[in-house]
């Protein structure tokens, strides 16, 4: 994947509001917080910004930004399905860049109440290890650890699975997700479908 590398900086990075009502959203500004409202909000995977044609792939380094998320760790790729299919849209997120990264979102909460996140989850097929392994995390605090087992899988059968977390905030009007790859070098998990739902805490759905 490295001789493709295109820079971010030739890119302009479009927002990707987290809203309650994604269909009538107004443009998000910068340096805001992403809404999450009691009747639930879709962050809707990662399909900006887009990765241009003919390139598969945008690296983003470590404290670059990435629509609304900003990156951590090493670096992060954003893929498209000129790559490998992604799970919902065209565009799904490789955790590991040139090794491990990560990316963070901080969304606006009500005080005492549970929120769902699901996300769909594989692996990059090109890369061993054949087992991708991370972390979701709230406020820096492990909140869910996952796994990913590429073998069997290629790039046209990439095998997502459906994963969900539930986090209960007390007086925190906002917080911030973090999903990290625990694995070094290239190729890590890869999630897709990011979704942030609010829920009552007896009528929140089982996760796993």
């Given amino acids: 994947m490295r001789p493709l590398h295109l820079s971010v900086t030739a890119l302009s990075a479009a927002a990707l509001l987290l809203s309650a009502?994604?269909?009538?959203?107004?443009?998000?500004?910068?340096?805001?917080?992403?809404r999450v409202a009691a009747a639930g909000a879709s962050a809707d995977g990662f399909e900006t910004p887009l990765v241009p044609a003919p390139y598969t792939f945008t690296d983003y380094l470590g404290g670059q930004p990435m629509g609304p998320w900003t990156v951590g760790g090493d670096s992060v790729d954003l893929t498209n399905d000129r790559l490998w299919d992604a799970a919902e849209g065209h565009q799904s997120l490789d955790l590991n860049g040139s090794t491990s990264g990560s990316v963070s979102r901080k969304i606006s909460t009500l005080p005492l109440t549970s929120y769902v996140v699901s996300f769909k989850l594989a692996g990059n097929p090109e890369w061993l290890p054949a087992l991708k392994t991370g972390e979701l995390r709230v406020n820096g605090s492990?909140?869910?650890?996952?796994?990913?087992?590429?073998?069997?899988?290629?790039?046209?059968?990439?095998?997502?699975?459906q994963q969900t977390a539930v986090f209960t905030t007390l007086l925190n009007t906002?917080?911030?997700?973090?999903?990290?790859?625990?694995?070094?070098?290239?190729?890590?998990?890869?999630?897709?479908?990011?979704k942030i739902q609010s829920c009552l805490l007896v009528l929140c759905p089982p996760h796993h």
């Fill in 21 to 34: 009502t994604p269909a009538t959203a107004a443009p998000r500004a910068e340096g805001t917080t992403d």
């Fill in 142 to 161: 492990p909140l869910k650890t996952f796994s990913f087992d590429i073998t069997g899988h290629g790039r046209r059968s990439m095998g997502y699975v």
């Fill in 174 to 194: 906002s917080v911030t997700l973090t999903f990290v790859s625990t694995n070094p070098g290239y190729g890590g998990p890869v999630i897709d479908d990011v």
